[in-house]
C-alpha cells in the first residue's frame, strides 16, 4: 500500500509552520469544518464527537492525536452494553499518535487503516477485533506494541512497518493473510500461540532482537523467505501446516524449532549463524535444506521427517547432530559439506539415503543406523573418520567413488557393499555380515583387511546391533564378488566366500593374505555323460572365471555356472600362478596345489601354445592330473602292471626254464680237460600260457619293474622288452602317484 497521502485529502493549514512543514498540518478535515480534529475549535470538536455513534466510520488520516484527543474519539465511540470502542471504518493513515493509544478490545467493523502511522507511545491494540482488512504497512512503533489476543478476520498487513520497542502478537488470530513483509522488528517480537489460518507472510522482514513463535500455528502457506533474525528465536512447538517458507533467511543468533510440526518446509540458502535446534520437530511433508548453511550446533536429535528430505549442498561448519533422527522418505546430503562432526547414531532410514559427493572432515557416526534401502555415499570424502558403522542395510551399501583419508573401521550388516574406485589413504579393517562385496578397481594404499563377522557387532554401550531386518534364515556370510583391477599387495581377506569371485585382472595376487576359512568354488560334482563318454571333474578350488568360461563353451557340462566375465584361459592361468605363490608363501599346500591345478589346465586349454606341448600337458593331465591325482597315477600303474602281467604270460615267460650243458674235449695224450657250459635260448610258449605258476612269474617281474630292478627270470626275446617297457613307465607312474599323496598331504 502506498504511504503517502493522497491528493485528494482536503487537509488543514490552522497554526501550519511553513518553515517546518510547506504543506502545513496534514490532518484531513472533519466533515463540515476546514480543519482536523486536532484544530478543530473545543465547541465543534465536542459537536462532532456527540454526533458519533457506536459503529460509525470515522476518517482522521494525517491527524495528530494527544492521548485526551484519542481518549475522547475512542469513548464517544464506546458501545454502551460492553463498554467496548465499536468503529466502522477507520482511516488513521499518517496519523501521529501520542501518548499511549489505547484500542484494547475495540471492534473494527469495517476497514482500518494505520497505514504510515506514527505511534510515539505505547499502542495497545490487545483484545482487539478487526472484522475488515487491517492495514498498518509502514506504521511506526516507537515503543513497545501490543496485539495480543488480537483478532484479524480479514487481511492484515505490517508490510515495511517499523517496531522500534516490543511487537506482542502473542495469542493473536490471523483470519485472513497477514503480512509482515519488508517490517523491521528492532525490539522482541512475540507470536507465542498466534494462529494465521490463511497465508503469512515475513519476507524481507527484520528481527533485530528476540523472535518468539513458540506454539504459533501457520494453517496455510508461511513466507519467511530473506528474513533476517539477529537476537533469538524461536519456534518450538509451532505448527506449520501447510508450506513454510524460509528460502534464504538468516538466523543470527540460537534458533529454536524443536518439537514444532512442518508439513512442507523450504530452507533452501538459509544461514544459522549460530546454533540451530530441531530436536524432535516434525517434518510431515519436504523438508527442503538445499545449501543451507548451519555455522555452529544444528540439532535434529529425534525429529521425523514422514516425507522427503533434501540437504543437498548444505554446509555444517560444526558438529551436525541426527541421532534417532526417523527419515520415512528418501533423503539426500549431496555434496554436503560436514567440517565438524556428524552423528546418525541409531537414525533410521525407510527411503534411499544418499550421500554422493558429501564431505566428512571430522567424525561420521553411524553407530546403530539402520537403512531399509540403499545407502549411497559414491564419491564422498572421508577426511577423518575413524569408525563408521556398526549399522544396518537392507539394501546396498555404496561406497564407490569414496576416499578415506585416515585409519578407519567399517562394519556393516548390510546385503550388498559396493566399494568400486574407492581409495583408502591408510590402514582400513571393513568388518561385514551378510553382504556381498565389490572392490573393483578399488585403491589400497596401505593395509586393509576384508573380514567376515561371525557374530553379531556389539555396540559401545555393550549391546549388540540388532539384526531383525534380516530373516533368520539368511546367510550372514560375506561373499566378494569382484577384486578386478585392485592391487592385492596389502589387501587381506579372511573368513569370506570367494565362490563367485572375479579376480582377473587384479595385480599382485601373489602377495594377497587369505586368512581362516576363504572358501572357492568347486568343479560341478557327479558323472556327467558328453558324447557318449563319462566325465567327472575331480574336486578342487575353482575361480568364478573358470565357471564362466567353461559353462560358455559348446557342449558344456551341465553344472559350470555362466556368469558376466569374459576372461579365457590366457588371462586366468596368471591368476591361478598368482593365487598358488600366495597360497605357498601362507604354508597353505593343498591349497596351492589346487590353483596349479587350475593354472596347468588354462595352459593346456590355452590357444597360444604348440601343439607338441598340448600333447605333453595333456599326458600330464590325463596320467596324474598335473601330479596332483594319485588315483589316477595308481590306476594307470595297475593297469600298466596288469598289462605286463598279461604279455608276459602270453609272450614273455618261456615255454620252459633252459637246462645248463657242459661240454668239453679230452685230449688224446691227457692232459687239462676244458668245459663249455651253456644254456639254450628260452623257448616261446607253444602250449598253455595262462596257468598259475606262469602268473606267479609274471607277477615276480612286474613287480621288481616297479621297483625298477631286475627280476633274473628267463625271458623270451619279447619278454624282454616287455620288461624293458615296464622298468621305464611303472616307475614312472608310481612316481606320479607318491608325488600327488605327498602334493596333498604337506604343509
Not at 499518517?94 to 473494527?108: D, E, I, K, R, V
Not at 483470519?175 to 507465542?192: H, S, V
Not at 500455528?217 to 523467505?225: A, G, H, N, P
Request: proline share 4%; with cysteine.
Amino acid at each position: 500500500m502506498s504511504t503517502s497521502r493522497p491528493p485528494s485529502w482536503p487537509h488543514c493549514a490552522h497554526g501550519a509552520d511553513p518553515a517546518a512543514d510547506p504543506v502545513g498540518c496534514r490532518g484531513i478535515h472533519v466533515p463540515g469544518h476546514t480543519e482536523c480534529l486536532a484544530h478543530l475549535a473545543d465547541a465543534d470538536r465536542d459537536a462532532y464527537l456527540a454526533s458519533l455513534a457506536p459503529g460509525a466510520s470515522i476518517d482522521h488520516r494525517g491527524t495528530t492525536f494527544t492521548a485526551s484527543l484519542l481518549d475522547a474519539l475512542l469513548n464517544a465511540l464506546r458501545d454502551p452494553t460492553t463498554s467496548r470502542p465499536r468503529l466502522g471504518t477507520a482511516r488513521f493513515g499518517s496519523a501521529t499518535l501520542h501518548g499511549n493509544p489505547l484500542f484494547m478490545s475495540a471492534t473494527f467493523e469495517g476497514e482500518a487503516e494505520f497505514e504510515a502511522a506514527t505511534f510515539k507511545g505505547v499502542a495497545g491494540f490487545m483484545s482487539a477485533t478487526f472484522e475488515g482488512n487491517a492495514n498498518f504497512g509502514s506504521a511506526i512503533f516507537e515503543r513497545d506494541a501490543g496485539f495480543m489476543l488480537a483478532t484479524f478476520k480479514g487481511a492484515a498487513s505490517y508490510v515495511s512497518a517499523s517496531f522500534d520497542g516490543f511487537a506482542g502478537f502473542v495469542s493473536a488470530t490471523f483470519e485472513g493473510t497477514a503480512g509482515f513483509g519488508l517490517a523491521t522488528f528492532k525490539g522482541d517480537a512475540g507470536f507465542e500461540s498466534a494462529t494465521f489460518k490463511h497465508d503469512a507472510g515475513f519476507m524481507s522482514a527484520t528481527f533485530e532482537s528476540n523472535a518468539r513463535f513458540q506454539s504459533a500455528t501457520f494453517e496455510v502457506s508461511s513466507r519467511f523467505q530473506s528474513a533476517t533474525f539477529k537476537g533469538i528465536t524461536a519456534f518450538e512447538s509451532a505448527i506449520f501446516k501447510r508450506d513454510a517458507a524460509f528460502e534464504s533467511a538468516t538466523f543470527e543468533s540460537f534458533t529454536q524449532f524443536d518439537s514444532a510440526t512442518f508439513e512442507d518446509t523450504r530452507f533452501e540458502a538459509a544461514t544459522f549463524e549460530s546454533t540451530a535446534t530441531f530436536g524432535s520437530t516434525m517434518f510431515k511433508g519436504g523438508a527442503g535444506f538445499e545449501s543451507v548453511k548451519f555455522k555452529r550446533v544444528a540439532w535434529f536429535r529425534s525429529a521425523m521427517f514422514r516425507g522427503n528430505a533434501w540437504f543437498k549442498s548444505a554446509t555444517f561448519e560444526g558438529n551436525a547432530k541426527f541421532a534417532s533422527v526417523t527419515f520415512d522418505g528418501d533423503v539426500g546430503f549431496e555434496s554436503a559439506t560436514f567440517d565438524g562432526d556428524v552423528g546418525f547414531e541409531s537414525a533410521t532410514f525407510d527411503g534411499a539415503a544418499t550421500f554422493g559427493s558429501t564431505t566428512f572432515k571430522g567424525g561420521a557416526r553411524f553407530e546403530s543406523a539402520t537403512f531399509k534401502r540403499d545407502a549411497g555415499f559414491e564419491s564422498a570424502t572421508f577426511v577423518k573418520a575413524d569408525q563408521f558403522g556398526p549399522l544396518v542395510c537392507v539394501g546396498r551399501v555404496v561406497l564407490s567413488g569414496a576416499a578415506f583419508g585416515g585409519p578407519v573401521t567399517l562394519s556393516f550388516a548390510a546385503r550388498r557393499l559396493e566399494c568400486r574406485r574407492t581409495r583408502w589413504s591408510s590402514t582400513a579393517d571393513v568388518r561385514l555380515r551378510y553382504a556381498q562385496v565389490d572392490f573393483a578397481h578399488a585403491v589400497f594404499e596401505y593395509p586393509l583387511t576384508i573380514a567376515a563377522e561371525p557374530e553379531p557387532f556389539v555396540l559401545a554401550d555393550g549391546r549388540q546391533l540388532t539384526e531383525d531386518l534380516f530373516p533368520s534364515a539368511y546367510d550372514p556370510g560375506v561373499r566378494v564378488a569382484s577384486l578386478r583391477g585392485v592391487d592385492a599387495a596389502h589387501l587381506v581377506l579372511a573368513d569370506l566366500d570367494l565362490w563367485g569371485c572375479l579376480f582377473a585382472g587384479a595385480v599382485h595376487l601373489d602377495q594377497l593374505r587369505l586368512e581362516g576359512a576363504c572358501t572357492f568354488s568347486t568343479p560341478p560334482p557327479a558323472v556327467h555323460w558328453r558324447r557318449w563318454l563319462p566325465v567327472r571333474f575331480t574336486r578342487r578350488r575353482v575361480l568364478a572365471e573358470e565357471h564362466h568360461w567353461r559353462a560358455g563353451r559348446p557342449g558344456a557340462v551341465p553344472g559350470w555356472v555362466g556368469g558376466a566375465g569374459r576372461a579365457g584361459p590366457l588371462q586366468l592361468a596368471p591368476v591361478y600362478r598368482a593365487l598358488r605363490k600366495a597360497f605357498e608363501d601362507g604354508k597353505h599346500e593343498p591349497g596351492a596345489a589346487d590353483f596349479y591345478y587350475g593354472e596347468m589346465e588354462m595352459r593346456r586349454n590355452a590357444g597360444d601354445i604348440p601343439r607338441s606341448e598340448r600333447g605333453l600337458l595333456t599326458a600330464y593331465w590325463a596320467l596324474s592330473g598335473y601330479g596332483l591325482r594319485a588315483s589316477r597315477a595308481l590306476a594307470w600303474l595297475g593297469m600298466a602292471m596288469l598289462l605286463t602281467i598279461v604279455l608276459l604270460m602270453a609272450f614273455g615267460l618261456a615255454q620252459e626254464t633252459p637246462k645248463q650243458t657242459a661240454t668239453g674235449t679230452v685230449p688224446a695224450g691227457g692232459g687239462k680237460v676244458t668245459f663249455e657250459i651253456d644254456k639254450d635260448d628260452p623257448q616261446n610258449p607253444t602250449g598253455d600260457w595262462f596257468t598259475g605258476k606262469r602268473f606267479e612269474k609274471a607277477l615276480n617281474v612286474t613287480f621288481n619293474s616297479v621297483v625298477f630292478r631286475s627280476s633274473g627270470q628267463d625271458l623270451t626275446t619279447a619278454g624282454t622288452y616287455i620288461e624293458m617297457t615296464s622298468r621305464f613307465t611303472e616307475p614312472v607312474l608310481l612316481g606320479l602317484a607318491v608325488l600327488a599323496v605327498r602334493n596333498r598331504v604337506k604343509r
